[in-house]
């Protein structure tokens, strides 16, 4: 199990990387809940494609470092580059915590530190 949730977030991940939103949003539950801790936390599709369609106007660049999984969550270390509302990239460090539900995405709690631009 814990193999084919690395999977599942890792073709997830590709697809918002490929700038394919509505096929990340493929490998989530309807009722999925995205939480950016110390930020906003969304609950629903809807949500995410709306955060989505603002933040990710060009697709994020990952370098994943590490992958861990246990039972029904997955944990993602590393990088993640985006723009700001300038065009400016921003880089990020971050650690994603994943819950699987059926197997698809289910929750995450997001840490993200800014490290730069």
Request: negative net charge; glycine residues 8%; charged residues 25%.
């Amino acid at each position: 199990m814990s193999d084919a949730n690395k999977r599942v977030l890792q073709q997830a991940n590709a697809a918002v990387a490929a700038g394919d939103n509505e096929g990340f949003l493929s490998y989530c539950v309807d009722d999925v809940v995205w939480s950016t801790v110390g930020g906003e936390t969304l609950h629903g599709k809807e949500a995410v494609r709306r955060l989505m369609a603002r933040e990710y106007v060009q697709p994020p660049v990952f370098t994943m470092r590490e992958l861990v999984a246990e039972g029904d969550h997955v944990i993602a270390l590393g990088e993640i580059d985006s723009r700001d509302d300038a065009g400016n990239t921003v880089h990020n460090t971050y650690c994603d915590v994943w819950r699987l539900r059926d197997g698809k995405l289910a929750e995450l709690r997001a840490f993200v530190i800014p490290v730069g631009r």
